[in-house]
């Protein structure tokens, strides 16, 4: 790929650097640790280190004395002014969810909950205070287990009277969009082929680069948070109903943040407890997270157990799919944790149109810290699921993997197609992708070097892994969300503000955290407008700023807030040509617009749209009536999501000695419809691709039977870095969505869906000949060795 | 995180280093820093006094010292790394290093202090014991001499006391031998899970000589001096090499851990060090 430097003819379609990396990658930029207030205290937090226990006692009179403290906050100090952190997606109506504080007040539920807090002049001296804190607990038994969470034996929440938070069932029979399941399974047992699997997706760590860091400013008449959040607007509404708060009262600024990946898709107690520190001790307070601390109590992701049951005919056909998910929740319900498996819900069956399916989802509480959504939240479990089991079936039929696919995939002269889960696909060709990746994989070489391999026993086997994943970006269609009983709605909002000087402001509400919105909207509104890329600002992450906004999740900012850009930047025009008719003296009708430019049709008078948002600044000579501004905004709710594709393709070495993987080559193609930046694109696959891959060989969050979080620090939980990961090849093909007008579909959450089960399937297939057919994940050398061990003592052996 | 306070002291030279450590009642000596400041902002560790070594020049760089190499304690990885003498003399110890950590790490973390630090899982205490070097340990009452095998007592203890400062380290040369660090790790930086270093001299067509030892198969580096005198008088091939190593993990005393069990690790220093040896023999 290319970089070019010389000005575009458009912009749309331009791998341009992105604006926004100079002051991201050299860090000198608006971090919030790197605020400094006059007059600011800094917190530390006193946290629990069991996973459950009564409080019997805090005493916090030594660290009260301690040099530089103002004040020690304990639960109970706060206990009628601290509400409950909210839970804004109740899935079901009778859901449970015991109360949340921000500051534990007579009980500890997880490791890390928040005891109490210091609040002193220097971060040093706060966190000398908080060692000198006495809590005493009485410690009760855990809860660690799923199933046993699940069976009710022993309680994390008593007063709840169950584990259960919820129950959450999907039947394509009851909803009228397929047969029933039973009925499939039933005829596989008659003669077909019925698969049953239990996968496990283990529970992960977002381990965003950026500690969470908040900073609050009670003085002025309105409190100001800067917070490294993803979603500044659903932040400042929750806060403002969690702790009674005039919305109006309260402003909040996400600055420049470094990566969320939906760890920062949250109200955090630690927001909670520096806005009532900040406005006890009336300055301005902040608080930065340890990488230790972020690791234990930031929420973690995934954590789910998958039964499933696959029923097909002889020849490979898939007739319907069964799924039964144990998720959980950990201790307490975040922002949208209850909501995170619903939305796999939709995915399950994937690219594939068999006629029968059921899902059923078991939300269950635990003494672990609390899940919530991280990159694809549901989605990749739900393709790691079908993917795996896609594998399974073509062992069975005997057939090739991406043959069984092809099978049962939707063809792309079926678009439109309405799913068996009630979606509409509204676009894609999963033949194009597929090709184009088995051609740059090399995949019929490679499976005669597998053949090969196999043959000679040799002690390194190659496996080839596939996955053809779709999943649904664009969250979300509010009457959607509503439907499923999220509090919100799923619109984006964009303004744009033309300066007297010709310059663009673009304010938007979806606001980065490390995406690349300031580029990606230049190129938008740059190209519309028809001015120079570098004319065009855009602004976003301050509610004063940008006053309205969903923020930024689920692959949904391009699809949805690029598109209010687009429709704003289209309202200025219209605006503009109004004042350009006037100034041209011709009738609006007669004008054409392009490349920033009004011209009157067939002749060459024209003025260019500096001049006209100039006029519209001076208001000298309007048209009467007309408002002196050209300025627009637009607020877009999607009709449908979006739905990107791709064909992934991971051909792995598995060393049978060690039990150690190497990926060997990866190919990705896909299909995120029209590109913005094609360098964007590359970049959140390499990203996306690379964290699935984490998933699949390195990453897992780890407690041992106290419920203590093993893995606490970044040498347990291992985060790959550059050099363990491959090098990939991304390309794509291009299907236009047709739920927009630019034809985009997203691309944040992709890699990572699509990555995971590429990886193990090839895993799997490498093993094959030993009698392999799973292995759990992250497949770490001991695990991979530990199956081979197995499966050689049950007989397997190499071909 | 925050540590919490401490005195520091920079001295220049290692006597003054030295009283520095006799008066304080609980130092810690801070050779690089890359093991003891983590310690520190986790609070695991809580020392009233630093002693830093990072000033005393004469701590530091690599001299011929007859047959063997004289390296400074406060020699950093990546000096260890580039130096001519230690890639001519001693290159598994370049090896080695060439595996610690990152690039990071490798410029600030010392030879000495790893050694003193004596992680089960680092690795450049298997290379001072594979290569059968010696320790000179300052103190107050003057040096001493410590070999090897006495150097590493337990996990992250060795032999020098609270108020002693490891100085140098005198690696005996193996010009034209043959070496080969094999580091198993799920993820670049990581310390070693198992790791074998082998040294060889090749006379003709089979090995003379033969240095073996292992990394986190035991509390300290464990040499595996049977398997070197198995090795003795084999031509380094395959099959001949497997055979003289199967047992190399016999009455070792490996961690279980979120990486792997004894087991698995008793089944990969077998795997590793035949490995190590084919490539130490190739090059």
Known sequence: MTVTEERPTTEVGTPRRRKEDQRLVTGRTRWTDNLQLPGMLHLAMVRSPVARAKITSVDVAEARSAPGVLAVITGSDVADIQGSLPNAWPVAEDQKAPPHPAIAVDQVSFAGEIVACVVARSAAEARDASELVDVEYDELPVVLDLAQAAADTELVHPDLGTNVSARWVFDSAEACSGGNVEDAIQEARDGGILIERTYRQQRLIPAFMEPRSVVVDPTGEQTTMWSATQIPHILRLMLALTCDIPESKLRVIAPDVGGGFGGKLQVTPEEVVTLLAARQVGRPCKYTESRSESLMVAHHGRDQIQKLTLAAKQDGTVTGLKVELLADMGAYLGLVTSGVPILGAFMFNAIYKFPAYHFACTNVFTNHAWTDAYRGAGRPEATYAIERLMDELAQEVGADPLEIREKNWIKHEEFPFTTVATLEYDSGNYEAATAKARELFGYDELRKEQAERRERNDPVQLGIGVSTYTEMCGLAPSRVLGALSYAAGGWEHASIRMLASGKVEVVTGSSAHGQGHETAWSQIVADRLGVPFEDVEVLHGDTLVAPKGMDTYGSRSLVIGGIAALRAADKVIEKAKVVAAHMLEASPDDLEFSAGKFTVKGTDKGTGIGDVAFAAFHAHDLPDGFEPSLDAEATMDPDNFSFPHGTHLCAVEVDTETGRTTIRKYVCVDDVGKVINPLIVEGQLHGGVAQGIAQALFEEAVYDESGTLVSGSLTDYLVPSAVDVPSMVTDRTETPSLTNELGVKGVGEAGTIASTPAVVNGIVDALRPYGVSDVPMPCTPHRVWTVLQAAGASGGGAA | ??????????????????????????????????????????????????????????????????????????????????????????ALVAEAAETIADPQVRHRGTFGGALVHADPAGDMPTTAVALGAEFLIAGTRGTRTVA??????????????????????????????????????????????????????????????????????????????????????????????????????????????????????RHLATVLTGRAVLAAAAG
């Open chain 2, 1 to 90: 995180m925050i540590p919490a306070k401490f005195d520091y002291h920079a001295p220049s030279t290692v006597d003054e280093a030295l009283r520095l450590l006799s008066e304080a009642e609980d130092a810690k000596v801070l050779a690089g820093g890359q093991s003891l400041i983590p310690v520190l902002r986790l609070r695991l560790a809580a020392p009233e006094v630093i002693v830093d070594l990072g000033r005393i020049e004469e701590l530091r760089g690599v001299r011929e010292d007859g047959d063997a190499l004289a390296v400074g304690a406060m020699t950093p990885h990546a000096d260890m790394i580039a130096d001519p003498l230690v890639r001519e003399h001693a």
């Open chain 2, 148 to 265: 090897a095998e006495d150097f590493f007592e337990d996990l992250f203890t060795t032999a020098v006391g609270e108020d002693e400062l490891l100085t140098q380290v005198r690696i005996p040369k193996h010009t034209g031998w043959g070496s080969h660090y094999e580091k198993f790790v799920r993820v670049a930086q990581q310390w070693s899970i198992v790791a074998v270093a082998a040294a060889l001299r090749i006379d003709g067509d089979s090995i003379a000589e033969a240095r073996v030892a292992l990394t986190n198969m035991g509390s300290t580096p464990v040499r595996a001096t049977a398997v070197e005198q198995r090795l003795i008088g084999i031509a380094p091939v395959a099959d001949a090499v497997r055979e003289a190593v199967v047992d190399v993990a016999e009455g070792t005393h490996p961690p279980s851990d979120l990486n792997g069990d004894a087991d698995y690790r």
